[in-house]
């Protein structure tokens, strides 16, 4: 059985956009207990941060109340499809050394947020 990143409910994808201050974004994504948000300027991801991101940037001596978010962000961050396999998707998961990836839709805008612990969910069930 083939089962479609369409398939799954994608994860809620939060944004904050460039100039937001890590301070501002730490506290969002622990307001919604998110371990990773999007960087969105003018409708379209430019970045992402993720709570790995955060922590090393504090722990390099970051001033999370000064610097902002395209400071950290991973600029241009992979994205999956709503139509890929989530089995491809979680190869490209591995190969790239990630546990999250914004969803897309044919258009390219992002519409959720796919994490490795949701693919080993399905897959899990899938295999079961």
Do not use: C
């Not at 398939?7 to 890590?22: C, E, I, K, N, S």
């Not at 610097?67 to 989530?86: F, G, K």
């Amino acid at each position: 059985m083939t089962v479609k990143v369409n398939d799954l409910p994608p994860g809620r994808l939060y944004t904050v956009h460039p100039q937001t201050r890590l301070a501002d974004v730490a506290r969002e994504m622990r307001q919604e207990d998110s371990d990773s948000i999007a960087v969105m300027e003018d409708g379209r991801l430019v970045g992402i941060i993720t709570e790995r991101d955060l922590v090393r940037a504090i722990a390099d001596g970051v001033d999370p109340k000064q610097a902002t978010a395209n400071v950290i962000m991973t600029p241009n961050p992979a994205t999956v499809s709503v139509e890929e396999d989530v089995s491809v998707v979680a190869m490209k998961m591995m190969r790239l050394g990630i546990r999250h990836l914004p969803v897309v839709d044919a258009m390219g805008t992002p519409v959720g947020l796919l994490s490795a612990r949701n693919l080993v969910a399905i897959l899990d069930r899938t295999h079961s």
